[in-house]
């Protein structure tokens, strides 16, 4: 299995959805934590399938505009 390299933009997005679902669903954080670990797994087993963590109602075309 290769190493996980997270993108520093990615680590950003995770910390806004954990603090979001803190503050707004905690009995949705821990899920969406062990969610998370598990998509890295399958990250590290098939790289370059995920570049960002970003929830499915914001404008994602408009997030990616300029994104590398």
């Not at 290769?2 to 680590?11: G, S």
């Amino acid at each position: 299995m290769k190493p996980l390299v997270r993108h520093e933009r990615a680590d950003l997005d995770v910390e806004e959805a954990v603090e979001y679902y803190l503050q707004h669903a905690p009995e949705v954080a821990l899920p969406f934590i062990d969610a998370l670990e598990q998509t890295y797994r399958q990250i590290q087993q098939r790289p370059a399938i995920v570049w960002r963590v970003l929830h499915g109602s914001r404008d994602i075309p408009a997030w990616l505009q300029g994104e590398t």
